[in-house]
């Protein structure tokens, strides 16, 4: 079994909607969550880390929830610029070492 | 943005022939990883280091050395390139001091092997 995964996509949304992905995680010890952002030919960027208590940054919003090992990542009112792929990624702290899902794609039509 | 350079950004080359790509890390850094990314397979840990001369395999290392003589340069040695070598590679680094700090990555390598 993957360490993460991610359904894929793409998600193809209008400008302004709303979209949800979410992420699951198999290591109950992993011990932090982030979400990146990777545009295309580019390399992957911190977009936002995940706290237990969830957390926003603007029209960003990720939730943990360790009972069910998922992460989510929800973008309000959609931006062309928000296209790219968003990748989940753990840690598990031993070790220092990252684990990343496939992405999941996103497409903002206008 | 974290100062991590990769050199070559571009490499072709033949099966069979040695090559190494560099990264380049102005942070101070304590921790330094190579992956690799493939279409379907994400970002796979190849390896990392956490110090001058420590240095660890991840999930796919078979094929591939690393050296770091100094804390801002991690090397990535193919010794005899294959063409299932052929992908994009990205160097990162993060501090190193816990387990909730973040990764910063380099630009990546496109590597071809023929």
């Known amino acids: 079994r993957k360490e993460v995964e991610q359904d894929p996509g793409p998600f193809n949304v209008p400008e302004g909607a709303t979209v949800a992905f979410n992420c699951t995680y198999s290591n109950s010890a992993s011990q932090s969550f982030f979400w990146y952002r990777q545009d295309c030919r580019k390399e992957p960027k911190l977009l936002m880390s995940?706290?237990?208590s969830g957390n926003e940054d603007g029209r960003f919003t990720a939730q943990l929830n360790r009972a069910s090992q998922y992460i989510s990542l929800l973008i309000r009112d959609s931006k062309l610029s928000d296209s790219a792929t968003y990748l989940c990624?753990?840690?598990?702290?031993?070790?220092?070492?990252?684990?990343f899902g496939t992405g999941t794609s996103l497409t903002v039509i206008p | 943005d974290a100062g991590i350079t990769q050199s070559p950004r571009h490499k072709v080359t033949e099966t069979g022939t040695p090559v190494t790509l560099r990264c380049h890390q102005t942070e101070n850094h304590r921790y330094m990883y190579w992956y690799r990314q493939d279409p379907g397979h994400g970002l796979r840990l190849i390896h990392y280091?956490?110090?001058?001369?420590?240095?660890d395999k991840g999930e796919v290392s078979d094929g591939y050395s690393v050296s770091r003589s100094k804390t801002e340069d991690f090397l990535l040695t193919l010794e005899s390139a294959t063409s299932s070598q052929t992908s994009v590679y990205f160097c990162?680094?993060?501090?190193?001091?816990?387990?909730?700090?973040?990764?910063?990555f380099g630009p990546g390598t496109r590597l071809l092997v023929l």
């Open positions: 990162a680094s993060s501090l190193g001091t816990s387990g909730q700090e973040t990764q910063y």
């Open positions: 280091s956490y110090g001058v001369k420590d240095t």
């Open positions: 995940v706290y237990s």
């Open positions: 990624v753990v840690n598990r702290a031993t070790g220092n070492q990252f684990y």
